[in-house]
């Protein structure tokens, strides 16, 4: 997923829909961004949406544009699907409040 993100803005990046009656288990994340991010790594099932972790990349001027996550175990972020609208989510932020910067997020997940 990716967003063009103005200064100061945020944007949810999706990843895809979970399958109905399947459960999905959340691996890691791969995010990057030439601007110093926030990153909320969350999960959504319809309109519930929860923030597991956050976490920040200081863009290329703070030499550290870009962070794979890894989550600790398999059981760590579980979601059942429904087929329609529960997936994984990142909502980023860029903190940079002059330059806008493209923001990168590779969700690695697991189907069960």
């Known amino acids: ?22 459960r999905g288990l959340l691996l ?5 961004s030439s601007a110093a991010c926030k990153w909320q790594i ?12 956050v976490l920040f990349t200081s863009g290329l001027a703070g030499q550290a544009p870009s962070l794979p996550w890894r ?11 429904n087929g329609t609208d529960t997936n994984f989510r990142v909502r980023v932020t ?5 330059n806008a910067a493209d923001a990168y997020c590779t969700f690695l997940w697991d189907e069960e």
Do not use: W, Y
């Not at 890691?28 to 990057?32: C, E, F, K, P, W």
């Not at 860029?94 to 002059?98: E, F």
């Open 1 to 22: 997923s990716t967003a063009s993100l103005a200064a100061g803005a945020s944007a949810d990046l999706d990843g895809t829909v979970i399958a109905n009656t399947k």
């Open 28 to 32: 890691g994340v791969d995010l990057g």
């Open 42 to 53: 969350q999960t959504r099932a319809g309109a519930s949406v929860l923030t597991k972790t």
């Open 71 to 81: 989550a600790p175990s398999r059981e760590f972020i579980p979601l059942t699907g």
């Open 94 to 98: 860029n903190l940079d409040g002059r």
